[in-house]
């Protein structure tokens, strides 16, 4: 668990596990020659990926950015992937209960960003954060209705539809503010809709980038993944947040590193993306 304050915001790490994905997928084109170097994968070419969430409390509300896996994969991509299902118990560890939420921000829809948003109680699908409210893109939303051959696997609606259904998750059309300090910017590439969440406190700025930069091994602005449905608008959305992120100096919270939950992203004497640890 790591903590740290922004301005007058608590940010505190918290984390549903490490899960395994291929390592030629996590890093997509870059041969693994290249990748192997900053990443070590097993003798099945599996390497390991962190779910990281993060809990801001603004002094007036606890707000949860993303909900890891969650314990609702089917047998087989359990066997896939692993269900770790540590969320719960580190947010507990962190103090905070599932009563205590009052708003939980999708940044996309993805099984492995929004898994614990509900939980399976006897035969019904129920919010694992009661009182809170969600929010996602709506566009995700239509996309993963559509259970295309691409990436159908990718959308659980479980995950979701109950909360639409019942009005407690809204649908986000653009970017928006959800409350003061804390607004959502639509980064395309990893989807089309996929959205950014950014922390402004204090004179200070952090950013849960999510797929756009997983982890702080996929700063080059070629590292993207063969996930990503738009690999070309990646590139272009990284450089969008680059020019900004890094002359304003944010902090980066990177949603899959196992070890660095965040860093200050810049470059180097030759003008090589590094990440700078806290």
């Known amino acids: 668990m790591h ?3 922004l301005g007058d915001f608590e940010l505190t790490s918290v984390s549903d596990g490490i899960y395994r ?18 990443v070590k994968a097993d003798a099945e070419n599996y ?38 299902a540590q969320l719960l118990d580190n947010l507990a560890a962190a ?19 929004c898994g ?3 939980t399976r109680q006897g035969d019904k699908i129920v919010p694992t954060f009661p009182k809170a409210k969600y929010y996602a893109p709506e566009g ?26 019942t009005g407690q998750m809204e649908l986000l059309q653009a970017d928006q503010e959800i409350v003061p300090g804390i607004s959502v910017k639509v980064f395309p590439g ?8 950014i922390l402004t406190s204090g004179g200070q700025t952090a950013c849960y980038i999510s797929d756009l930069i997983p982890t702080s091994a996929h700063l080059d602005l070629t590292w993207g993944m063969a996930f990503d449905l738009f690999p070309l608008q990646t590139i272009e959305s990284r450089k969008r947040y680059y020019a900004q992120s890094i002359p304003e100096k944010w902090l980066t919270m990177f949603t ?12 180097d004497e030759k003008g090589k993306m590094v990440a700078r640890c806290l």
């Open 3 to 5: 903590r740290l304050t």
């Open 47 to 84: 390497v390991p990926v962190g779910l990281n969430s993060v809990v801001v409390r603004t002094g007036r509300q606890t707000i949860l950015i993303e909900t890891g896996i969650g314990n609702k994969l089917s047998e087989k991509l359990v066997k896939i992937f692993g269900q770790p």
């Open 256 to 267: 899959h590193d196992p070890n660095t939950p965040w860093a200050y992203v810049g470059k």
């Open 95 to 113: 103090g905070v209960s599932p009563e205590d939420v009052d708003i939980v921000i999708n940044t996309h829809l993805h099984f492995d960003h």
């Open 116 to 118: 614990w948003n509900t």
């Open 190 to 197: 990893h989807t089309e809709h996929m959205q950014a969440v």
């Open 21 to 38: 994905l291929d390592g030629g997928a996590f890093f997509g084109v870059i041969p693994k020659v290249m990748w192997g170097k900053k």
């Open 140 to 165: 995700e939303w239509h996309h993963g209705r559509l259970q295309l051959e691409r990436d159908a696997i990718s959308y659980m609606s479980d995950n979701y539809d109950p909360l639409v259904k």
